[in-house]
């Protein structure tokens, strides 16, 4: 099931990206100079100076509320219990029903937290700037670990830049993310906010339509296998 977590994957390269911009703004620093710091935090393996400048926990929220929704409808089907892992027909086992909305909520979180490990993990290892270090940097093991066995690890690269602009008070930007990991070029959609004399990425705006991406990425592999 790794195309669940290709999902979460592809949602969070949008925010390991440096994005040009000319977007006039009132904070003392630009969205573009925002930006050259998260790539600057990629490159120096620096994850408190990405976490001053990427919303981890909003952005991996959005992805996981995609990852969960999708796992709920596979399991709806007899097809998609038969292909899906052990550990996640547990994940959600009593979720399909939405009837136990707190069990759905401390699975949510228990994903995110995995989740954010994995791109903390990247990008301290220096895999996401596609420096690994000569000695790798250990990845706290959990619970849902080995869920993201699959997923890419390899260097976020920003290829183009489109559609910037102003939208109210927050900024927006369309851009196409190539991934060395699996050699797949992705749109991904981003909107930052002001934060004091900054901008923080705070969302990736078209996570189900990278969801459905990947999930035909998946299934055409599945077919040549």
């Known amino acids: 099931m790794s195309y669940l977590i290709r999902i979460v994957g592809a949602a969070l390269i949008g925010v390991v990206v440096l994005v040009a911009s000319t977007i006039p703004a009132r904070a003392a620093e630009t969205p573009e100079q925002a930006l050259r710091q998260v790539q600057r ?27 969960v929704q999708t796992l709920v409808r596979q399991a709806s089907s007899k097809a998609g219990q038969g292909g899906m ?51 790798p940097v250990q990845q706290d093991g959990g619970l849902f670990s080995p869920l993201f066995e699959g997923a890419s690890t390899g260097r976020k690269e920003i290829r183009s830049i489109t559609d910037v602009k102003r939208t109210g008070d927050d900024a927006t930007a369309a851009l196409k993310v190539y991934d060395f990991g699996n050699e797949e070029t992705y749109p991904v959609n981003v909107r930052l906010v002001p934060v004091g004399d900054s901008w923080r990425v705070r969302e990736v705006t078209n996570v189900k ?11 055409d592999q599945q077919t040549q296998e």
Not at 57 to 62: F, H, L, N, P
Not at 95 to 100: A, I, L, P, R, V
Not at 101 to 129: D, I, N, P, W, Y
Not at 209 to 219: H, I
């Open 41 to 67: 935090a990629i490159d120096t393996s620096d994850t408190a100076l990405l976490q001053r400048y990427v919303d981890l926990d909003a952005v991996i929220g959005g992805a996981v509320d995609v990852f």
């Open 85 to 135: 892992a052990p550990m996640l027909a547990m994940m959600v086992a009593g979720m399909q029903d939405g009837s136990d909305a707190q069990a759905a909520q401390a699975m949510k979180m228990l994903v995110t937290g995995e989740t954010r490990k994995f791109v903390l993990h990247g990008v301290a290892s220096g895999k996401f700037a596609g420096k690994p270090r000569k000695e």
């Open 209 to 219: 339509q990278l969801a459905d991406r990947v999930r035909r990425e998946a299934a």
